[in-house]
Structures are given as C-alpha cells and as structure tokens.
Nanobody, 115 residues
Framework: QVQLVESGGGLVQAGGSLRLSCTAS????????MGWYRQAPGKQRELVAL??????NYADSVKGRFTVSRDNAKNTVYLQMNSLKPEDTAVYYC??????????WGQGTQVTVSS
C-alpha cells in the first residue's frame, strides 16, 4: 500500500518562503515520477512541478521561484517555495506515479500567503 505523507505548509507573508516535504512508503520510489499539485478554492487542481529521474518541469507561474528536488535515499520529494505571492495560496498535494502508471495522492497541506 503506497502512502504519501506531506508536511511543511503554513501561513507566510508575501515574499516569504516555505518548504514542503512528501515522504513515500510502499513504492519503489526511485522508479516513480513525483509531482506537486495545488488547488485553490473554486479552482481546478493544477500541476506545480514534476520531478522525474534526472528531469524537472514547472508551471509557468512558479518558474524561477519554486524548486522541486528529490532525495531517493529518503524516499522524499521537496518543494522549495520562495518569493511567495497571495495567489500561491492553495492546498498543495504530492502525487506519485509508479512505473506502471498508477497514481497516488497525499492528503494535502495548506499554504496560505498573506498580502
């Protein structure tokens, strides 16, 4: 059974930073694609960043401000968020896609950026 546990959300002022963590268990982490998504109230869930083996991708809205990284030894993926804006306020979800294409989601962590 794959489980994803997220942490690191919270309340921060605009211009501040947060780092989210997501630790996976029950999956062959090194073969998995890891992603961060977010969902703001009244909006659809959207991709923020992807971290595949040797490759990363970002939504245009976060390029230059957010950095995704993974520590395969710890089965953990991180999302470093700098220069946060009020429009970054959302519930952030970690997603794991295993080698067979099955996706799993974390429970979500709230990020609130005050102006």
């Amino acid at each position: 059974q794959v489980q994803l546990v997220e942490s690191g959300g919270g309340l921060v002022q605009a211009g501040g930073s947060l780092r989210l963590s997501c630790t996976a268990s029950g999956s062959d982490f090194i073969l998995s694609a890891m992603g961060w998504y977010r969902q703001a109230p009244g909006k659809q869930r959207e991709l923020v960043a992807l971290a595949r083996s040797g490759d990363t991708n970002y939504a245009d809205s976060v390029k230059g401000r957010f950095t995704v990284s993974r520590d395969n030894a710890k089965n953990t993926v991180y999302l470093q968020m700098n220069s946060l804006k009020p429009e970054d306020t959302a519930v952030y979800y970690c997603r794991l896609e295993d080698w067979g294409g099955t996706a799993y989601w974390g429970q979500g962590t709230q990020v609130t950026v005050s102006s």
